[in-house]
C-alpha cells in the first residue's frame, strides 16, 4: 500500500469519517485517554514494586486487594516476564531513568529460566522482559540469555509432527500443541535473527503453519488444543482445556492466534500467516458483543467478560492494520482496535478506583477450573500497555510549538543504519516547521539537538540541514492538506542521511544526498527521539512513522 493511502486512512480516523466495525462507529480513544490510562498504569506498578518482594512475580490480583504471585524460578509458571515487562514500556514511554532501574531489577531474576526445558512458554517468559529489555538498552547480557532461552524452547521441536510440545503436565496427552504456543514463537524467530539459529525460524514458522492446518477451523473458529501421536503423527484428540466444550472457541486462545499469526508475519511476512491473520481475526470481529470485550469462551453460555482477551486483541489488530494492504480492511482492524482500547479505558474496565492491584478489571484465567474468574491478569494489563504503546506510535502526530510536548520517544535500539518512513501533511500553505530525529539520550530543547532535520520551510518548500546550514538537492514545494510520503535512510556510523519525498502526484524526489548530520548536534549513534516542532502560525501532521533497518537485523511492526 502507498503511503499515501496510509495517510488518508489516518486523516479519516481523526475525522472520524472512516469505516465502521459491524459494532459501531469508532470512539473517541486517543492521546488524551491514552495518557490517562498510562497515569493509572503508573501508579499501580510503583505500588507492586513497593509491596511485592523481589523475586516474586505478580499474576493475578486476590479478593484482598493483593496480587497472587509466583517466584521467578517456577518452572511451568508463564506469567513472570510480564510484570518487567510492563515497566520496560513505562520506562520506554517516559525515559525516566528510575523505571529502567526497576525495569531491569525485577528483569535479571528471570535469567533463572534460561535453561528451563520443560515448558514451552519461554516465549512469554522472556519476549516481555528480556526482549524489551535488549530493545531499550541494546545492553548484550540481555541478548545472550535470550539466545539460550531460544536454544531451550527449540529442545521441544518434534520435526516429525512440526510443532513445539507443550504441557508435560498433563499426563492424558502424547504430543500435545495448544494455541498459546503462537506466542512463543517469537523467542524463535527474534533469535535466528540475532545471532542465533537460522533454522530457528523454520522450526516456528512449521508450527504456525500446523497450527494454521490443525487448530484453526475453516470457519476461522479455533480449537485450543491438539494431541498428535509421537510416533506417527497422527491427530489423537482435538478441543479444549481452558474453553467450554471441545466445539468451542476460548476466546483467550484464539486472542493468542490472532496475535500469534500477526507477529509470525512480522518475521517472516510469509503470505500465509497474513492470511491466516485476517480469517481469525474476521471470525472474532463477527463474533463480538457491542463493548467489543468478549465472553471468556465465544460459545460459553455462561457469561464472564474477558478484558485479557480484548487487550490483547487491541494489540495484535494496531500491527495486523499495518500489514494488510486493502484500505478498507486496514481502516476496519484499526478502528476495532481503538474500539477495544476505548471501552478497557472507560470507568467500566479500568480500575482507577484502586479496587485492584491490577490495571484492568473483569479478565479471566480459567473459568472451568474455577480459577482467576472476574480479576486482573498481569498479562491483559501488559497487552493493554502494548497497545497503547502502539496506538501511540503509529497514529497522527501532531506538531507542537513547544519541543517537548512535540517529542516523542522511539527507543534507544535504531541503531547501525535505519530507514524511517511516514506521511507528513502541512496544515497551511506556508509554515516553518521541522522534522527533527535526535539520539535517545538528547534533551531536545532547540533545533540544536537534531541530527537529522527535514524542514517545511517558510518559503513553502522541503529542505533539510546538511551538517551546518538548510539545503536541498532538488526542490520539492509544499502545499496544504495535500499528503507527501517521506523516506530517509540514516547511516548512523557514517553521520550521514538522504530523503526522498514523493508528493501527492509524481515521482519519488531526492531532496537530500548523503547530508551530514547537524555538526553542532550531540552524538547520535541511534534514532532514538522524534520531535514535530511548528510555531503557532501552522501545525503540520505526521502520519503512520514507522523505523527499520536497513536491512536484515529486528523487522519494524
Ligand atoms: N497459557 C496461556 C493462557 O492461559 O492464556
Redesign the pocket.
Known amino acids: 500500500m502507498s503511503g499515501g493511502v496510509k495517510a488518508r486512512h489516518g486523516v479519516y480516523l481523526l475525522l472520524g469519517l472512516c469505516c465502521t466495525l459491524a459494532a459501531g462507529p469508532v470512539q473517541a480513544f486517543d492521546e488524551e485517554a491514552a495518557s490517562s490510562a498510562l497515569q493509572v498504569a503508573r501508579r499501580k506498578l510503583t505500588r507492586t514494586a513497593e509491596e511485592v518482594p523481589l523475586g516474586q512475580y505478580p499474576k493475578s490480583s486476590e479478593p484482598d486487594g493483593t496480587w497472587l504471585l509466583v517466584p521467578a524460578d517456577n518452572r511451568v509458571g508463564?506469567t513472570q516476564g510480564f510484570f518487567p515487562g510492563e515497566l520496560w514500556l513505562i520506562y520506554d514511554q517516559s525515559r525516566e531513568p528510575d523505571w529502567r532501574t526497576l525495569a531491569e531489577t525485577w528483569t535479571r531474576p528471570l535469567e533463572v529460566q534460561q535453561y528451563n526445558t520443560e515448558t514451552h512458554?519461554l516465549g512469554?517468559k522472556f519476549m516481555p522482559s528480556y526482549g524489551l529489555a535488549y530493545e531499550l538498552t541494546n545492553d548484550d547480557y540481555y541478548r545472550q540469555v535470550l539466545l539460550r532461552a531460544a536454544g531451550s524452547l527449540a529442545s521441544r521441536y518434534n520435526p516429525r509432527v512440526g510443532i513445539i510440545s507443550c504441557c508435560d503436565w498433563n499426563p492424558d496427552w502424547h504430543l500435545p500443541m495448544?494455541s498459546?504456543t503462537m506466542m512463543n514463537l517469537e523467542l524463535l524467530l527474534w533469535a535466528s535473527r540475532n545471532g542465533g539459529q537460522p533454522g530457528w525460524r523454520d522450526m516456528a514458522l512449521n508450527h504456525a503453519l500446523r497450527t494454521l492446518a490443525d487448530i484453526v477451523r475453516p470457519d476461522g473458529s479455533t480449537y485450543h488444543v491438539v494431541d498428535y501421536d509421537p510416533d506417527t503423527g497422527a491427530q489423537l484428540f482435538r478441543g479444549t482445556f481452558?474453553g467450554y466444550s471441545d466445539t468451542s472457541t476460548w476466546a483467550?486462545?484464539h486472542a493468542?492466534v490472532i496475535y500469534g499469526f500477526t507477529m509470525v508475519y512480522r518475521y517472516t511476512r510469509d503470505p500465509r500467516m497474513l492470511e491466516a491473520a485476517q480469517r481469525v481475526t474476521d471470525y472474532y470481529l463477527g463474533r463480538l458483543p457491542e463493548d467489543t470485550v468478549p465472553n471468556w469462551d465465544l460459545d460459553a453460555p455462561i457469561p464472564q467478560k474477558d478484558s485479557?482477551t480484548a487487550a490483547a486483541v487491541a494489540s495484535a489488530l494496531l500491527e495486523l492494520s499495518n500489514y494488510v494492504p486493502d484500505a478498507d480492511k486496514k481502516a476496519v482492524y484499526w478502528n476495532a482496535a481503538l474500539r477495544m482500547l476505548d471501552a478497557l479505558s472507560s470507568p467500566a474496565y479500568l480500575d482507577t478506583e484502586d479496587t485492584s492491584p491490577g490495571i484492568l478489571l473483569h479478565a479471566v484465567?480459567?473459568l472451568p477450573a474455577g480459577q482467576e474468574v472476574d480479576v486482573s491478569l498481569i498479562?491483559g494489563d501488559y497487552y493493554f500497555l502494548e497497545a497503547i504503546r502502539r496506538f501511540q506510535r503509529s497514529g497522527i502526530w501532531s506538531s507542537q510549538p513547544g519541543f517537548a510536548a512535540g517529542t516523542r520517544t522511539l527507543g534507544s535500539g535504531n541503531t547501525g543504519v535505519q530507514v524511517a518512513e511516514f506521511d507528513v501533511m502541512p496544515r497551511a500553505q506556508t509554515l516553518d516547521g521541522v522534522i527533527g530525529h535526535a539520539d535517545s539520550s538528547a534533551r531536545v530543547t532547540s533545533r540544536s539537538e537534531f541530527a537529522l532535520s527535514l524542514r517545511l520551510s517558510p518559503a513553502g518548500v522541503f529542505d533539510a540541514y546538511d551538517g551546518t546550514r538548510y539545503a536541498a538537492t532538488n526542490a520539492v514545494p509544499y502545499e496544504a492538506n495535500a499528503i507527501y510520503h517521506v523516506r530517509i535512510l540514516a547511516d548512523l556510523p557514517a553521520g550521514r542521511y538522504s530523503v526522498w519525498i514523493k508528493p501527492p502526484s509524481g515521482p519519488e524526489v531526492l531532496l537530500a544526498d548523503r547530508f551530514a548530520f547537524r555538526s553542532s548536534a550531540p552524538v547520535t549513534d541511534d534514532l532514538g527521539q522524534l520531535t514535530l516542532k511548528s510555531t503557532a502560525a501552522g501545525e503540520f501532521w505526521v502520519v503512520g512513522h514507522t523505523l527499520r533497518p536497513a536491512p536484515g537485523a529486528r523487522p519494524a511492526e
Open positions: 508463564w512458554d512469554f495448544v498459546d481452558q483467550r486462545g493468542w485479557s484465567g480459567h498479562y
